[in-house]
């Protein structure tokens, strides 16, 4: 099994940064793909980036260009750099992985609260 563990979340005002970790434990072997969703109040869960293990990232045309996801093999931790913040990026951020050989987010973390003020 994996255990995921999200750290970095908090209040910013519009315009700020903050950065987002994701420390993976367990069965890390078992990891591929890591990746953040969000989930704002009454919204679907929606996927803000991925990375695989060998490094080739993907993110959502909303944060393209503010967000950038990076990762620490030898750490087994996976982060999220989120410059120029909007209020709407406020949302409950989930880390999740891919376990290897599957194509699903099997791995998920407890989820950590961004909330951006105007």
């Known amino acids: 099994q994996v255990q995921l563990v999200e750290s970095g979340g908090g209040l910013v005002q519009a315009g700020g940064s903050l950065r987002l970790s994701c420390a993976a434990s367990?069965?890390?072997?078992?990891?591929?793909?890591m990746g953040w969703y969000r989930q704002a109040p009454e919204k679907q869960r929606e996927l803000v980036a991925t990375?695989?293990?060998?490094?080739?990232?993907s993110y959502a045309d909303s944060v393209k260009d503010r967000f950038t996801i990076s990762r620490d093999n030898a750490k087994n931790t996976v982060y999220l750099q989120m410059n120029s913040l909007k209020p709407e990026d406020t949302a409950i951020y989930y880390c999740?992985?891919?376990?290897?050989?599957?194509?699903?987010?099997?791995?998920w973390g407890q989820g950590t609260q961004v909330t951006v003020s105007s």
């Open positions: 999740a992985a891919v376990r290897r050989f599957t194509s699903t987010w099997d791995y």
């Open positions: 367990g069965s890390t072997f078992s990891i591929n793909a």
């Open positions: 990375i695989t293990r060998g490094g080739s990232t």
